[in-house]
């Protein structure tokens, strides 16, 4: 794999895996980064040229005087899009944040997507659900200005960056052992960097979180998005998500049964990092059916031009 950058109003960091053929972008979370996919980037490449962006105030994509809201971060991917594949639809790959942004992106410039797979997606929540108490708080601190900053600094100064990332990577699951020893290392070493020398790292998360909680908010209007989807989608999700409770998806399967719906027992957030392996499995066996089609149409596109 080898780092790039693009330069699109500002330096935008992603991670290039290689492979060839139509494009595949992976999409990370909030408070992630191209380091999620790092346990399968690599095999994802079989089937695609696979790329793992960093948006706007994450991973090594500094803000740059940029927002880091959803929206803004939807308006980023669109540019990226057209900048690695202007020909050609591409396949997203979005987890939690980025399976929102993902969805955005979709209703919103449909010509540019042939294809999504959606990783335990941030999502309106549904009527059964029952979020941690522990989680409620704190999305709720992050949608309050003011109060929001001045949590996530305080965390930040009291906990330092290691304690913090191992925090991050116990809401996504809750025993680190689950978690190779590599990629626990990578997010150490990368939230240390991001303490060192980002300093609007902290301002970055509050922007993401709190322009996620407002857009999830208006459950009306999200759904309508998902309704009005038409490609091919894999929805995946872990049943024991402490963020993304597994009844959201569940009712997002019944709203859209044509979609294809797998459920991981006794996984968490990030099932491309827990069970890589696993997750691997489902999306080829998608991709050698229902989601076939995705990759056949960024086919007969490149056929045309």
């Known amino acids: 794999m080898i780092s790039r950058t693009l330069d699109l109003g500002g330096p935008v960091h992603y991670m290039d895996y290689g492979g060839s053929g ?3 972008v992976l999409v990370h979370g909030l ?16 089937h695609a040229r696979v790329v793992a962006v960093d948006l706007t105030g994450f991973g090594l994509t500094p803000l740059d ?10 308006a980023l991917l669109d540019r990226f899009i057209q900048a690695i594949s202007p020909s050609e639809p591409v396949l997203l790959m979005g987890n939690s944040m980025g399976g929102a942004i993902s969805v955005l992106q979709t209703a919103r410039n ?4 042939s294809g999504l797979v959606l990783v335990n997606p941030a999502q309106p929540s549904a009527e059964d659900t029952r979020m941690e108490r522990e989680v409620f708080a704190l999305f709720a601190l992050y949608a309050i200005p003011g109060v929001g900053e001045f949590f996530v600094r305080r965390r930040a ?7 913090t990332a191992r ?7 809750r025993d680190l052992e689950r978690f190779p ?21 902290n301002e970055a998360f509050v922007q993401a979180a709190r322009s996620l909680v407002f857009l999830l908010l208006r459950k009306k209007a999200f759904r309508a998005m998902e309704r009005g989807i038409r490609v091919p989608t894999l929805l995946v999700q872990g049943s024991e998500d402490r963020l993304v409770p597994v009844a959201n998806s569940r009712e997002l399967a019944r709203v859209r049964p044509d979609w294809t719906y797998v459920e991981y027992a006794g996984v968490g957030h990030t099932p491309m990092m827990e069970i890589p392996d696993e997750f691997i499995a489902t999306v080829e066996k998608w991709l050698d059916g229902a989601g076939r089609a995705a990759l056949e149409t960024e086919a007969k596109v490149a056929r045309a031009s």
């Open 65 to 74: 005087g940029r927002s880091a809201s959803v929206h803004a971060n939807q």
């Open 31 to 46: 408070g992630g980064s191209h380091h999620n996919w790092m346990m399968v980037g690599e095999k994802l490449a079989r």
């Open 22 to 24: 139509p494009t595949m």
């Open 181 to 201: 020893p590599e990629v626990v290392r990578a997010h150490l070493e990368a939230a240390r960097e991001r303490h060192e020398r980002m300093p609007w790292a």
């Open 110 to 113: 449909p010509q540019r997507v």
């Open 167 to 173: 925090g991050m990577l116990k809401l996504c699951c």
């Open 157 to 163: 100064e009291r906990l330092g960056p290691e304690r």
